[in-house]
């Protein structure tokens, strides 16, 4: 199982608890500007200190995950385009990094700041693409409200049709990524 979770519905102390319930080893960070204005806790430096201090490896992947990449070759239309960016060499060699965590049995979770999978890079094309490589993906979703609860990727993928109203599943996250994705100024 992969996990993903946003920590805008979560304080750190809330969200460590997440993890830890999960048993999750290595938190792979998959913002491309690891820090929060809002939520200074889940800057990189102090989110990974937060994490050592209770057995949790932090990762930060913007390279091979991040949603804002310079290669202009990924975008279309000035928004990054999640398939150009998924054939990437660098996204590849991340999804066999993923593997490679898997096959040694690690507990993993991609992280990133948005709280429903929806709206994030995370889902649309991070989950996506392991999914579609046969690995089993859990939305972490923890609200504001202090309610939390998952969903599987194939669970998300039924939703986002819904919330799209396209019934075709590479066009309903087309459509999302557009919505969603990194736009140049």
């Not at 805008?8 to 969200?15: L, Q, S, V, Y």
């Not at 999750?24 to 939520?39: A, C, G, H």
């Not at 504001?144 to 396209?166: A, H, M, P, W």
Request: charged letters at 25%.
């Amino acid at each position: 199982m992969i996990y993903t979770i946003g920590y805008a519905g979560a304080d750190i102390e809330r969200f460590v608890k997440i993890l830890s319930e999960k048993q999750v080893e290595i938190l792979i960070d998959v913002r491309s500007v690891p820090k929060s204005q809002y939520f200074y806790q889940f800057n990189n430096n102090l989110l990974s200190k937060t994490l050592a201090d209770v057995g949790i490896q932090y990762e930060n992947w913007k390279q091979e995950f991040g949603a804002r990449q310079d290669n202009m070759d990924f975008y279309t239309d000035n928004i990054l385009d999640y398939d150009k960016f998924a054939k990437s060499q660098q996204f590849q060699s991340g999804l066999e990094k993923i593997k490679d965590l898997v096959n040694q049995n690690k507990n993993i979770c991609l992280m990133c700041a948005e709280i429903d999978p929806i709206n994030c890079h995370r889902a649309i094309l991070c989950g996506k693409e392991l999914y579609a490589n046969g690995l089993n993906i859990e939305h972490i979703i923890a609200k504001r409200n202090g309610e939390t609860f998952s969903e599987s990727q194939e669970d998300f993928e039924k939703k986002l049709v819904q919330i799209t109203k396209i019934n075709n599943l590479s066009e309903a996250y087309r459509k999302q990524n557009k919505k969603i994705g990194y736009k140049l100024t």
